[in-house]
């Protein structure tokens, strides 16, 4: 009894080895490579793209304001009532073209008195210098004469410049704005009257960082894009001011403007100074990837071989990033799918299959 105690639990315990050498040996179910290794999958498809020597402009943006090369609020020099306006509100006018005439009624009166005065001052001095001819007359008196002559002539200019200030005129060619007055209205010196833009000739002012001084010059580009305004406006660096604003360390600047009939002073307008154009190897901002502060790309070789190559970035513009080192032009890079490509790995190209065996395939060329 004591024998086929001992014996059974020998039996089963050899029972269950062997069960357990069995399962661990046997393959498993679908072929010798079914769950095999994560090299039996297929290589990922990408998306690649070649890099490429590009021109690139280096800009400056800014935020500016539109303004008007000339600007003026027209005012009267002297007191007087509104007689009549000669423009319209939006009018373009020349330059000299009446804009206000205030009542000058007094004036013309004084002017005519001066003339008279005038006249009867030459004919005394006409008279006088006759009569010196003969001794008759003292050279005094001709004095006198012709120092009354003298002043006779200034009472009348004077009542002339008081007669041109009663009619205003505009300093220069541009638009006029709104009225301020009506006929009738009593003004004083410095009321407003209305204003006056050459809206013709527009100007860009803005301010951009100090830092940037050194590569500043009257000549370069300009972009400027308004809102609801198209196409994009070309425009010209016309003046750089020569003192930094100590409280925010920028420099003001002027571009001039195209005319545009949409653009009006006082407008908002975003302009990109370009400071250098030069050419450049680019590739899509898609394809670089960061690792703390590395920066790569996957490259991708004739065996359609993925790599991972470290690169040097430069200026980002228009969804494309300059390469300053680290590429070669024509080399392809991995722009979609590269979350899946391992380096060393190969990849699937669209249209084509890596020279490794086509995707699905078992590996090392066995039948299915």
Known sequence: MRRRTVALPLAVGALLVALVLWFGLRPPAGGPHAGGPPGGMPPPLVEVAAATPRTIDITASAVGSVEAAESITVTSPVTGTVERLHFTEGQRVARGAPLVELDAAAEFAGLDAAQAELSDARRN??????????????????????????????????????????????????????????????VQPGDPITTLATVAQLKLAFRLPAQLLPRLRTG???????????????????????????????????????????????????AEVVLETREAL???????????????????????????????????????????????????????????????????????????????????????
């Open 125 to 186: 001095l006409d008279r006088l210098t006759q009569l010196s001819g003969s001794g008759a007359v003292s050279r005094a008196t001709l004095d006198q004469a012709r120092a009354r002559l003298a002043t006779a002539r200034a009472r009348v200019d004077e009542s002339r410049a008081g007669l041109d200030d009663r009619r205003i005129t505009a300093p220069f060619a541009g638009t006029v704005g709104l009225a301020q007055v009506s006929p009738g209205a009593v």
């Open 220 to 270: 370069l580009p300009v972009r400027a894009r308004a809102e609801g305004i198209a196409p994009e406006l070309a425009g010209t660096v016309t003046r750089i001011d020569n003192t930094v604003d100590p409280a925010t360390r920028s420099i003001a600047v002027e571009a001039a403007l195209p005319d545009t009939p949409a653009l009006r002073p006082g407008m908002f307008v975003t």
């Open 282 to 368: 680019t590739v899509p901002e898609a394809a670089v990837l960061l690792e703390g502060d590395q920066s790569y790309v996957f490259t991708v070789d004739d065996a359609a071989t993925a790599a991972r190559t470290p690169v040097v970035l430069g200026e980002r513009r228009d969804g494309v990033v300059e390469i300053r080192d680290g590429l070669a032009p024509g080399v392809r890079v991995v722009v979609a799918g590269v979350q899946k490509v391992m380096p060393g790995r190969p990849v699937t190209l669209p249209g084509g299959t890596p020279r490794t065996g086509a995707p699905g395939a078992p590996p090392g060329g066995a039948a299915p």
